[in-house]
T-cell receptor
Framework: GNSVTQMEGPVTLSEEAFLTINCTYTATGYPSLFWYVQYPGEGLQLLLKATKADDKGSNKGFEATYRKETTSFHLEKGSVQVSDSAVYFC???????????FGTGTSLTVIP | GAGVSQSPRYKVAKRGQDVALRCDPISGHVSLFWYQQALGQGPEFLTYFQNEAQLDKSGLPSDRFFAERPEGSVSTLKIQRTQQEDSAVYLCASQPYGPVRTDTQYFGPGTRLTVL
């Protein structure tokens, strides 16, 4: 089947710390991979995506590389800010069908 | 431009009541999705429309759930005889085209349904 497993939170970091949120997936075929972010009181927003193996998605200082050999799409940021505090969701969309399969989300709190 | 909007933002229902949740997708978007997000969980797929056609309703949890998009734009998710386990945030998302694997979906803010 299709599924996404995310590192459990909550995660608390100090400002300027390095962030990694692990994400692994199970899927048939060649899915596209996404990270969505949900800021407090807001809807899900696309953070970045990668559509084929070895692609790197990047946005707002966040990066994730589509690793087919390890079925992973870990999210990283070199220096987090207080404004990055949010819930982060890893998701896949398979090459047939149309819906997303989401992970359970990882809550990040960045303290000054 | 305008994003996906949903109404109401919050709904409290007594067990057994019927509810209707509305989604206004981004204008011109062909595909529309409904997801259910339980507390502390990721969104789970309910149903998918391409224009007015409901192409996939495999995620609807029971026959109490019904969705429609009669003119290919606004959609309504209806839940009949609500139960406490229906309490969740219901998310609507739209996508510009049909089944394109690489396409991003744009999410609305959600409707938080609480069934007492």
């Amino acid at each position: 089947g299709n599924s996404v497993t995310q590192m459990e939170g909550p995660v608390t970091l100090s400002e300027e710390a390095f962030l990694t949120i692990n994400c692994t997936y199970t899927a048939t075929g060649y899915p596209s991979l996404f990270w969505y972010v949900q800021y407090p009181g807001e809807g899900l927003q696309l953070l970045l995506k990668a559509t084929k193996a070895d692609d790197k998605g990047s946005n707002k200082g966040f990066e994730a590389t589509y690793r087919k050999e390890t079925t992973s799409f870990h999210l990283e940021k070199g220096s987090v800010q207080v404004s990055d505090s949010a819930v982060y969701f890893c998701a896949l969309k398979r090459n047939t069908g149309n819906q997303f399969y989401f992970g359970t989300g990882t809550s990040l709190t960045v303290i000054p | 431009g305008a994003g996906v909007s949903q109404s109401p933002r919050y709904k409290v229902a007594k067990r057994g009541q019927d509810v209707a949740l509305r989604c206004d997708p981004i204008s011109g978007h062909v595909s529309l999705f409904w997801y259910q997000q339980a507390l502390g969980q990721g969104p789970e797929f309910l149903t998918y429309f391409q224009n007015e056609a409901q192409l996939d309703k495999s995620g609807l949890p029971s026959d109490r759930f019904f969705a429609e998009r009669p003119e290919g734009s606004v959609s309504t998710l209806k839940i009949q005889r609500t139960q406490q386990e229906d309490s969740a945030v219901y998310l609507c998302a739209s996508q510009p085209y049909g089944p394109v694997r690489t396409d991003t979906q744009y999410f609305g803010p959600g409707t938080r349904l609480t069934v007492l």
